[in-house]
């Protein structure tokens, strides 16, 4: 069956950096784009890093562009996403998820992972 599976989160501190991974099983993540999403307590599910199928072409949402960084080894059928300079407010469930387009709107994506808690704190 299709799965994504997110790790790599954990607590850090301000200025902090931690690298997410995304592995996938029951297709080649090389065929579909891939995004990074998060959901923080009370809001709504933010598309934060995209990455395409060809040439691995990339968007980021405002709030981590500079800071954030997604990639993908298809070797290891394994996206990834490097978040430096955390904050607080980049406080959030991490999602990857499989997509359909070149979009970062959620409804896009088909597939999901079951999420990784990213907390940011002194």
């Known amino acids: 069956q299709v799965q994504l599976v997110e790790s790599g989160g954990g607590v850090v501190q301000p200025g902090g950096s931690l690298v997410l991974s995304c592995a996938a099983s029951g297709f080649a993540l090389a065929q579909y784009p891939i995004g990074w999403f998060r959901q923080a307590p009370g809001k709504g599910r933010e598309g934060i890093a995209y990455?395409?199928?060809?040439?691995?072409?990339?968007l980021y949402g405002q709030s981590v562009k500079g800071r954030f960084t997604i990639s993908r080894d298809n070797a290891k059928n394994t996206a990834y996403l490097r978040m430096n300079s955390l904050e607080p407010e980049d406080t959030a469930v991490y999602y990857c998820?499989?997509?359909?387009?070149?979009?970062?709107?959620?409804?896009?994506?088909?597939?999901w992972g079951q999420g990784t808690q990213v907390t940011v704190s002194p």
């Open positions: 998820a499989r997509g359909t387009s070149q979009s970062l709107s959620p409804l896009t994506y088909l597939f």
């Open positions: 990455i395409s199928t060809v040439q691995d072409r990339t």
